[in-house]
């Protein structure tokens, strides 16, 4: 199984970026998706959750600001982040708990930096 993410920067203070998250190795379109992020001396927090029907879960942090979202021809899920803080300055990971053999799969991680 493989996960890779991409699409992290750096950006100013009410900026947007859009993660992508490419799977490989696994059913996509049966399994849960998360994006989760692990700031610098914190511990890593679930960021969005998008079932295998598209039901989404937000962190009350990004409810409002972030939209996930999947496509299951492109085994791809996204992470749409809106009017971001320097508080969203993190690296964001995207995981799966295989529905198969409920291991779980981490993608590498991609950078997000909100500064001015």
């Known amino acids: 199984v493989q996960l890779q993410a991409s699409g992290g920067g750096s950006v100013q203070p009410g900026g947007s970026l859009r993660l992508s998250c490419a799977a490989s190795g696994i059913i996509f379109s049966i399994n849960v998706m998360d994006w989760y992020r692990q700031a610098p001396d914190k511990q890593r927090e679930l960021v969005a959750t998008i079932s295998s029907s598209g039901n989404t879960n937000y962190a009350d942090s990004a409810k409002g600001r972030f939209t996930i979202s999947r496509d299951n021809a492109k085994n791809t899920v996204y992470l749409q982040m809106n009017s971001l803080s320097p508080e969203d300055t993190a690296v964001y990971y995207c995981?799966?708990?295989?529905?198969?053999?409920?291991?779980?799969?981490w993608g590498q991680g991609t950078q997000v930096t909100v500064s001015s």
């Open positions: 995981h799966v708990n295989s529905r198969v053999s409920n291991r779980n799969y």
